[in-house]
């Protein structure tokens, strides 16, 4: 097994990343992904794994990106292992014209024996939701690869602040 990344590798990965998303050039940011992605947009709800579900769903938003004028500014940047959190304010150009920000937070995964990302789980606020759900058009979730969070997030039976309360000799009423 391999060490972690560490922070500066996880950093360079995600620059890679980010140049290829600037430019609209799909198979470099494919080329910064492992082999069997993983992603999550949970604001809408869907997943979608396989380079064939991502690479669908990278050529449906990048291509809607640069018109809108996407810009983004990271508000918080955390990295624990393997794993790299961001949040931003995002503005985008809406198709009336109108300029807005948004705010999106996504947690990224990174596969250390590959030094690529193996996955990304993103929430998003209303504004921009509106905008990815454009960019992906009303029929991405039929295609192969896609599937909705619900039907495979396990069912919660209890909070887990009660284990952690009684582990602490606390009572949760």
């Known amino acids: 097994m391999a060490d972690d990344l560490t922070k500066k590798e996880i950093e360079a990965i995600l620059l890679e990343h980010e140049i290829a998303e600037l430019e609209e050039d799909i198979d470099r940011t494919m080329a910064t992904l492992s082999p069997n992605p993983h992603y999550e947009l ?17 050529s449906k938003i990048l291509p809607g990106n640069r018109h809108r004028n996407v810009a983004a500014e990271m508000r918080i940047h955390a990295i624990a292992a393997n794993t790299l959190v961001r949040e931003a304010h995002v503005s985008f150009t809406k198709d009336d014209g109108e300029r807005v920000t948004g705010q999106y937070l996504v947690v990224m995964s990174f596969d250390p024996e590959t030094k690529l990302i ?36 396990p069912q919660i039976d209890r909070h887990d602040a009660y284990a952690v309360a009684e582990r602490r000799g606390l009572t949760i009423n």
């Not at 949970?42 to 990278?58: Q, S």
């Not at 996955?119 to 209303?126: A, H, I, L, T």
């Open 118 to 153: 193996s996955g990304e789980r993103m929430y998003m606020d209303p504004n921009f939701a509106e905008m990815f759900k454009q960019n992906l058009g009303p029929d991405f979730e039929k295609q192969p690869g896609i599937r909705k969070l619900s039907d495979f997030a």
């Open 42 to 58: 949970a604001t809408l709800g869907l997943a979608f794994e396989g380079h064939e579900a991502v690479r669908l769903a990278y």
